[in-house]
């Protein structure tokens, strides 16, 4: 098994490749990516005939290069250097939703943002009624604040 591996080092290479792009998804920042790019010219390199250390060197050497080169790159077009970027269910906040639930004054009711159900409140003195358009100005957990869109 390890003779196999030395023989075709690209392999693993490629699965490394291949977790450190998984694992990139989780993170979202662009570091681990590099890692990713270091991987898959050490894969490369290995049908070249360079050995086992000369791909560890191509691994470092492209990983530094896309750690300095890339990943400053992906970060100013992709994420415009935000500071605090929202994401998951802060994202919301501002968003336009339609009542399918009546939320009812001082209780609950549901709304529908692209496709998925909230539960929402509302402090507005009156029920909102099914099928008015609502914009999300809270959060509180799973439960959002909303206001009648006009």
Known sequence: ??????????????VI????????????DFFIICF???A????????LGL??????I?????????????????LRYLHKNEENRVSNADALIGRRGRVVETIEAGGFGRVAIDGDVWKAISHATEDI?????????DRESII????VDD
């Open 40 to 47: 898959v010219f050490a894969a490369i390199s290995d049908p």
């Open 1 to 14: 098994m390890i003779e196999y591996f030395s023989l075709h080092l690209w392999q693993v290479w490629a």
């Open 36 to 38: 990713s790019i270091g």
């Open 17 to 28: 490749a291949v977790v450190c792009l998984i694992l990139e998804l989780t993170a979202g």
């Open 58 to 74: 191509v691994f470092a050497i492209f990983t530094l290069l896309s750690l300095y080169f890339v990943r400053p790159f992906a």
């Open 144 to 147: 959002i604040t909303v206001e």
């Open 129 to 137: 009624a099914v099928g008015t358009f609502v914009r999300v100005v």
């Open 51 to 56: 050995g086992f250390y000369g791909q560890i």
